[in-house]
């Protein structure tokens, strides 16, 4: 069983940046990808970024060249450097890891609040 942690959301200005933490705990081995995805009020979670267990990675088009997805020395780590921030940035952002078995789990959130 994988549990997740997120931490580092915030308020920021427009412009500005912020870096999500995910931290892993319990069957890590087992885990070939990572990601992040996000909610806003009164829409459907999207994805946002991912990366596998040999390092590729993928972007939702809205972030491309602003967000960056990388994982810890330990593997276990995965974090979301947001830069350039803009308020349809807002949402609630969720860390998800997905097994060899194909078990999901997902974090409880963080919210991140871009003001204009």
């Known amino acids: 069983q994988v549990h997740l942690v997120e931490s580092g959301g915030g308020l920021v200005q427009t412009g500005g940046s912020l870096r999500l933490s995910c931290a892993a705990s319990g069957s890590i081995s087992l885990i070939n990808v990572m990601g992040w995805y996000r909610q806003a009020p009164g829409k459907q979670r999207e994805l946002v970024a991912v990366?596998?267990?040999?390092?590729?990675?993928n972007y939702a088009d809205s972030v491309k060249g602003r967000f960056t997805i990388s994982r810890g020395n330990a593997k276990n780590t995965v974090y979301l450097q947001m830069n350039s921030l803009k308020p349809e940035d807002t949402a609630v952002y969720y860390c998800?890891?997905?097994?060899?078995?194909?078990?999901?789990?997902w974090g409880q959130g963080t919210q991140v609040t871009v003001s204009s």
């Open positions: 990366i596998s267990s040999n390092g590729s990675t």
């Open positions: 998800k890891s997905r097994t060899d078995f194909a078990t999901v789990t």
